[in-house]
């Protein structure tokens, strides 16, 4: 079987050869030169490439612009091939623009060997071989349904990349699956074996980040009454999903940086620094690119996140797999119960597939759960589902001003979702915001934008 062979361009001899008896040691094919000019003689030949290791500077200068342009000349020639920057420090934001213009990573100097690896092996197994079709009978789907256009183009994405180390971002609003393709990944991964950790850290107190991330020595603080190894030591050689990320505070998000570009933590009380071998998926259903631009989260842990990113559709985007998916949910209840399975007929299921959904699959699920709870019948009609829908007693609301045709805004539909859950509940907020699969907070902050009267 042939190497995978590595171009390595940098003017510093040292770095040269360090990284040459590195990736030699590790089995690859390296080619060197000193300047962008030797790289690009490389580009332009017949020899086989893999992937690019390219300095950012080749003069005294240190503007980081030669190694943008050679990257852009790069990418003319060979736009398949797989770009990583080599920066330091200083020139982060350069590197960050690299990784707009095509580069699919970046590395600081000095660097860590292991870290530096795992970030070549993502990036070859990624854009960089060929993996051919995948064996749809061996893929777990970890119990994701559906199958319409855009989740079948997620699907063949995850068989991609799921047996990768690549750092996945996916983004999608509350309740859209985004835990579920998480454990698809790990589970269809060299590591399914190793633990999967998952950390939410929307609900972490940021005075706490460091001691449950990386764990602390006995007495660091008070109460500190027991040595703790943090989620970091317990994904180690697994999987770490890191939930709500865009949550995060910038201190906090200083701290997750190192650990994700280094692969190395401290725990707090110790001064002993570990090594850590994790896959990092991360989740949130915040606009980070905007708030990148706002400055509320760091640029270069953005681009350090989403080397490959997974945008989850709303469940009103995917109207054809609501059939599926309540044919799951009744499964799942009558499996739980031990009783018949029931089943809603076309007028039912018409009814289901118009309803807006803010809370996504998580609001369908609680709703046909309720259905089957509520409604005594093998067969539920449209008819049987509207007193669930407005129960008697509470003041009767047309199914055309509650739920908008497909063509309304979002804002609309989720405005008269809201005012019809605060109709059934009776204005008591703890349960609309569990009916809609929302939080309080969240419910809070529509209620003001809105402008509904709490």
């Not at 390296?30 to 017949?46: F, K, L, Q």
């Not at 609900?203 to 040595?227: I, N, P, R, W, Y």
């Not at 809370?359 to 309720?370: F, T």
């Not at 005594?376 to 009767?396: H, T």
């Amino acid at each position: 079987m042939e190497k995978l062979r590595i171009l390595i361009a940098d003017d510093d001899e040292g770095v040269r050869s360090s990284l040459k008896l590195l990736l030699h040691r590790t089995g690859y094919e390296v080619v060197t030169v000193s300047d962008a000019a030797g790289a690009m003689e490389v580009v332009r030949s017949d020899m086989p490439l893999n992937l690019a290791l390219i300095d950012m500077n080749y003069t005294r200068a240190t503007s980081g612009d030669e190694g943008l342009v050679l990257l852009r000349q790069i990418k003319i020639f060979r736009p398949d091939l797989p770009v990583i920057l080599m920066t330091a420090w200083a020139t982060i934001a350069l590197a960050v623009k690299g990784v707009q213009a095509g580069a699919v990573d970046f590395v600081s100097k000095p660097w860590d060997n292991r870290g530096l690896l795992q970030q070549i092996r993502s990036a070859i197994d990624v854009y960089g071989a060929d993996h051919g079709e995948q064996d749809d009978s061996g893929f777990d789907r970890c119990g994701i349904i559906g199958n319409s256009p855009r989740m079948l183009e997620i699907m063949a994405t995850l068989k991609k990349i799921a047996p990768t180390d690549a750092p996945v971002l996916i983004m999608g609003e509350n309740g859209t699956g985004k835990e579920l393709i998480a454990q698809a990944l790990h589970n269809n991964s060299p590591r399914r074996t190793r633990p999967f950790v998952k950390v939410n850290l929307g609900g972490m107190s940021s005075t706490l980040f460091e001691s449950e991330m990386f764990g602390h020595k006995k007495g660091a603080f008070t109460g500190a009454v027991a040595d703790r190894p943090g989620r970091f030591a317990a994904a180690d050689t697994g999987t770490i999903f890191l939930d709500e990320i865009g949550d995060l505070d910038l201190a906090s998000q200083v701290k997750m940086l190192r650990v994700l570009q280094e692969h190395t933590y401290e725990r707090l009380g110790d001064d002993r620094v570990r090594h850590v071998d994790v896959r990092v998926v991360c989740a949130t259903n915040a606009n980070l690119p905007a708030m990148v631009a706002d400055r509320t989260f760091r640029e270069d842990l953005f681009y350090r996140i989403n080397l490959i990113t997974i945008e989850l559709p709303a469940l009103r985007d995917r109207r054809s797999d609501i059939p599926d998916l309540v044919g799951f949910f009744v499964r799942q209840c009558a499996e739980e119960s031990g009783g018949a399975e029931a089943r809603f007929d076309d007028g039912a299921m018409e009814l289901l597939k118009k309803l807006p959904y803010p809370g996504n699959i998580r609001e369908l699920r609680n709703l046909v759960r309720k259905c089957l709870l509520l409604i005594d019948k093998e067969v539920i009609s449209a008819d049987d589902l509207l007193p669930v829908l407005n129960p008697a007693g509470v003041e009767a609301v047309s199914m055309e001003s509650t739920f908008l045709p497909e063509a309304s805004t979002l804002d609309n539909m989720q405005c008269a979702a809201i005012r019809s859950a605060l109709h059934i509940h009776g204005g008591n907020l703890s349960r609309v915001a569990a009916s809609l699969g929302i939080t309080r907070q969240t419910l809070y902050r529509r209620m003001d934008k809105y402008h509904i009267d709490r």
